[in-house]
């Protein structure tokens, strides 16, 4: 059975090594940031700051980690919200986003779909960027998925692929299948000493 095109973001599965709390840690979005984010994208420490919606091509030493929701003030309703994406608009002052930190934190695993190339065993070890796709206003889910042109031992790639979904081999049966198109891939983020080498 094909796997579907559906793309996730990035989503928690559990530490290497230590049990998986999951602490949402709270940092600014800029109100003026109109550029949304959606539970399950990653986001990038600025040098302002604040955090931002990752982009393709930026450094793994700006992974802050992946967006799980926000908090701000509407200008429309006249009150503080709580939302599952950041809408980019309806606030004057500086939002509150929560992520769960990939950086200086204890390795995470995470699954998140791949593009039409999808990943192979032989794959393993190496080093990914990911393209942020389109987000859904009615979900607040991500569009983010692996993209696996760019797999390369560079230090710099924010993922390293660990295994694929469905192996089994790390507890997880999922669905689609192991390889080919669209699926999924346990990654960790490539945050050792700021990037580490990937294997290819």
Known sequence: MANTNAPF??????????SATYELVPMKIAYGDTTKIYTGDLVKKLS??????????????????????????????????RNNYWPGA????DAKGFIIPLNL?????????????????ADIGANFDIAVGTG???????????DVSTIATTATL????????GTGGRGNM??????????WAIVAANTSGAGSTGIT
Request: overall charge neutral; glycine content about 14%; some cysteine.
């Open 174 to 183: 999922g669905p689609g299948t192991q390889a080919g198109a669209y699926n």
């Open 48 to 81: 302002t700051g604040y955090i931002a919606q990752w982009t393709a091509t930026t450094a793994v030493s700006q992974l802050a980690g992946i967006f799980m929701g926000c908090e701000y003030l509407s200008t429309a309703m006249g009150k503080v919200v």
């Open 90 to 93: 309806d606030t004057t002052a």
């Open 105 to 121: 934190a204890a390795p995470m695993l995470l699954k998140i779909q791949t593009d039409a190339t999808g990943v192979a065993f």
């Open 136 to 146: 859904s206003t009615a979900t607040g889910r991500s569009g983010s998925y692996l």
């Open 158 to 165: 924010p993922f390293r692929l660990v295994d694929l979904w």
């Open 9 to 18: 973001g990035a989503l928690p599965l559990g530490t290497m090594g230590a």
